[in-house]
């Protein structure tokens, strides 16, 4: 079991900034760390992922160039920094753990329980 608390969401501008945090807890923190959203109405989406060694990062065609995904396996947290922010950006962000290299939310195992990222003017 994995335990996963995000934070870091909150209302912003368009065309501003967030950082999202996802701290892990309970088994090792040796797995593929991913961030995914949902808008109201929508199915989760897939925005970003991260392997464990960071030799490999993906990123949905939507995110490409404004988000960044990363993580300090030391303090067992994924981050998600987040530029030019869109209102369509605006969604519950939730992170999440995998075995496997995926932007499929099927092929993750544990997830945490959102944040909320508003971009409204």
């Known amino acids: 079991q994995i335990h996963l608390v995000e934070s870091g969401g909150g209302l912003v501008q368009p065309g501003g900034s967030l950082r999202l945090s996802c701290v892990a807890s309970g088994r090792s923190f040796n797995y593929t760390m991913g961030w995914f959203r949902q808008a109201p109405g929508k199915g989760r989406e897939f925005v970003a992922a991260?392997?464990?060694?960071?030799?490999?990062?993906l990123y949905a065609d939507s995110v490409k160039g404004r988000f960044t995904i990363s993580r300090d396996n030391a303090e067992n947290t994924v981050y998600l920094r987040m530029d030019s922010l869109k209102p369509e950006d605006t969604a519950v962000y939730y992170c999440?753990?995998?075995?496997?290299?995926?932007?499929?939310?099927?092929?993750?195992?544990?997830w945490g329980q959102g944040t909320q990222v508003t971009v409204s003017s």
């Open positions: 999440a753990s995998s075995r496997a290299f995926s932007d499929s939310p099927s092929s993750y195992d544990f």
């Open positions: 991260i392997t464990w060694l960071r030799e490999s990062t």
